[in-house]
């Protein structure tokens, strides 16, 4: 156990601290650079914030889209599964095995896209 | 940090061709470019540009191919950077590199969308890019030694260019591969006619002044293809910096831009050709995020902001999704 703040909770104001304060002391020619690090402080917290979630909703997406059984819980390494899931994906894509049902693939992947975007940049798949 | 080229080289370089000494020279380092170094270079009040290739480094269309193929495109009437003398591999710049005039503006993009002085500019801008843009579509590749000959349909060589290039990368990304299949399986018939194309024109490799379009610049991505590559491609939302009702580069509508190319000369392309070169646009640059993060974490150049660029690969894989969904 550590003590608070939390990761999340100390990354919010690192956060915070860039963007509201840090950013007005840079010359104005390289504040993109404290823009990017203040973002980059926010997605992490979204993600250390969101745990094993998304990656076990897209290890049984993925797994769906191939004709796979659901994973066996509880899964080992939820994220490292579901990349190779993905792989396993990517290549059954390109070799057009799942060329009689891509349009499903493609509905079912906007649910993936969807998670990723709730971490990096939220409210993007609304604003289209 | 790059290495400066050689100054007293490059100066007896400048003179020859300016016909002039044109005395000491200053020369600064200017940030960015995927593969290429840029240069800015200063002898009192007078400014040039140098753009060489990196030591060691390769790229896609040699620079003598940029230097031949912006030429062209000058006699027709789009605004580029004159050209005042190119070197070659092992030449006075040390690598391949060409010097031309410097262009004052700003190819930064969100300054163009929302700087205050710039407000008569977007007024003209789409105007402009549509002619530039049919000016570019008026060369035909034949006119263009240099230029690679296209091998195949150009839709089917563009499916075939990004997949290697994401092989390349080995980050699985199965939406850019289900995009790349929907391609594939809904590919255009051949345009009208194939063209030069730009191959990476959007408005950070554009100069604006306060009259609008300056000149057009970075001609690496130039190959022969279909037309409505370069319009898809200035049109996908991430380049519209959240004016997302301008599809045009966040300045026009599609609308203003395409009779703008029409009354220019161009082909205006159908809905549907547009459609999916949009879709490619966005493979490309989810692609080119995925590259650009794997810079980073292959430790050929440590950023993180090119670190950063690997979590935006979802924004144009959604935009993907939407168009071909």
Sequence with gaps: MQDRPTAPELLDALAAMLFAEVREWVPRERRFQILVAANVCAVVARELRAGDEPSLADLALFRELLGREPAEPPVADPAGEARAAATDLGAALRAGELDPRLDDAIAGLRDHVRRKLEIARPGYSEDS | ?325
């Excluded at chain 2, 399986?185 to 554009?206: K, M």
């Excluded at chain 2, 190319?261 to 995020?289: F, H, M, Q, S, T």
């Design chain 2, 1 to 325: 940090m790059a290495e400066p080229p050689e100054q007293a080289s490059l100066r007896e370089a400048l003179g020859e061709a300016l016909g002039e000494d044109p005395g000491e020279l200053t020369l600064e380092h200017v940030p960015g470019g995927a593969s290429r170094e840029t240069w800015l270079v200063a002898a009192g009040e007078r400014r040039w540009v140098l753009r060489r290739d990196p030591p060691g480094g390769e790229s896609f269309a040699p620079l003598a191919t940029e230097v031949e193929v912006s030429g062209a495109a000058a006699e027709v009437g789009v605004p580029v950077p004159p050209v005042v003398t190119f070197e070659d591999e092992g030449g006075r710049f040390g690598t391949a590199g060409y010097l031309m005039d410097h262009v004052e503006g700003t190819s930064v993009a969100p300054r163009v969308l929302r700087r205050d002085e710039l407000a008569g500019a977007r007024e003209r801008l789409t105007v402009q890019l549509g002619s530039a843009l049919a000016g570019i579509h008026s060369l035909s590749p034949g006119e263009l030694p240099s230029l690679p000959a296209l091998e195949g349909d150009p839709a089917l060589a563009a499916c075939e260019f990004w997949e290697r290039a994401l092989d390349e990368i080995g980050e699985p990304l199965p939406v850019v591969e289900a995009g790349l299949r929907w391609l594939r399986l809904n590919a255009p018939p051949a345009p009208d006619r194939v063209t030069l194309v730009h191959g990476d024109f959007r408005l950070g490799n554009l100069i604006v002044d306060e009259q609008g379009l300056a000149a057009v610049i970075d001609w690496e991505l130039c190959h022969a293809g279909d037309p409505a590559e370069d319009i898809g491609w200035l049109c996908i939302r991430s380049w519209r910096f959240g004016n997302d009702d301008l599809p045009a580069a966040g300045v026009g509508t599609l609308d203003e831009l395409l009779v703008a190319y029409d009354a220019a000369g161009g082909i205006r392309p159908g809905p549907e050709r547009l459609r999916w070169w949009e879709a490619l646009g966005n493979v490309k640059w989810a692609v080119i995020c995925a590259r650009q993060a794997d810079d980073h974490l292959s430790g050929r150049r440590p950023s993180a902001e090119l670190a950063s660029l690997g979590r935006r690969i979802c924004e144009p894989e959604w935009d993907l999704l939407e168009l071909i969904g």
